[in-house]
Nanobody
């Protein structure tokens, strides 16, 4: 049973940085794809970065491109999100998500569609405010 646990959220001023971590309770071979999502109050969950564990391939939403970097450490079974040049609009709950290799759920929707993922962490709050 894959479990995800996020950490590293907090409060920061605009222009600041935070690094989120997501620990995964299984080997990278059992994960087809992982992603970071965020959800601001009153808004839908937004996919911001995806990473494919075997290759490390990543892509980003336009809203964070050039500011956020997703990386993986297979030895530590961890996923990271380095967030730089943070803006007030980056405020929200940040979630780590994963899709099991064996899961047969939706697979043809875009990577930023939450229905592609069957495992979710509990979330970690990021607040950007002066």
């Amino acid at each position: 049973q894959v479990q995800l646990v996020e950490s590293g959220g907090g409060s920061v001023q605009p222009g600041g940085s935070l690094r989120l971590s997501c620990t995964v309770s299984t080997d990278a071979n059992n994960i087809a794809v992982m992603a970071w999502f965020r959800q601001a109050a009153g808004k839908e969950r937004e996919g911001i970065a995806v990473i494919v564990p075997p290759s490390g391939y990543t892509t980003y939403a336009d809203s964070v491109k050039g500011r956020f970097t997703a990386t993986q450490d297979n030895a530590k079974k961890a996923l990271y999100l380095q967030m730089n040049s943070l803006k007030p609009e980056d405020t929200g709950m940040y979630y780590c998500a994963a899709r099991d290799v064996a899961w047969t759920g939706p697979s043809t929707t875009p990577w930023y569609d939450p229905v592609r993922y069957n495992k979710w962490g509990q979330g970690t709050q990021v607040t950007v405010s002066s």
